[in-house]
């Protein structure tokens, strides 16, 4: 199983991007799959999750401005953020079942 986070990067405060995780050995559309954080000097931050049958659910910190959704065809699992502000940046993992976990992508949020 591997999975590989994309997307990330540098953007100014107000900004979005987009992640995305891709798979092989793994399929999204049976699974839950998680996006979670990892700030600078801080512990592991569960953002957002897309159950099997498509429930999806989020931390108070991003509701409302981050959307997880998953295109089955593609067998991939993304996370739009919008409205991004500094205490948004963190390395982002995506992981399915909380078991499988990908490398990451950073994400930073500066002017």
């Given amino acids: 199983v591997q999975l590989v986070e994309s997307g990330g990067g540098l953007v100014q405060p107000g900004g979005s991007l987009r992640l995305s995780c891709a798979a092989s050995g793994f399929t999204f559309s049976g699974s839950a799959t998680s996006w ?60 399915g079942w909380l078991i499988f976990w990908g490398q990451g992508t950073q994400v930073t949020v500066s002017s």
């Fill in 36 to 95: 979670a954080r990892q700030a600078p000097g801080k512990g592991l931050e569960w953002v957002s999750g897309i159950t099997s049958d498509g429930k999806t659910y989020y931390a108070d910190s991003v509701k409302g401005r981050f959307t997880i959704s998953r295109d089955n065809a593609k067998n991939a699992v993304y996370l739009k953020m919008n409205s991004l502000n500094p205490e948004d940046t963190a390395v982002y993992y995506c992981a």
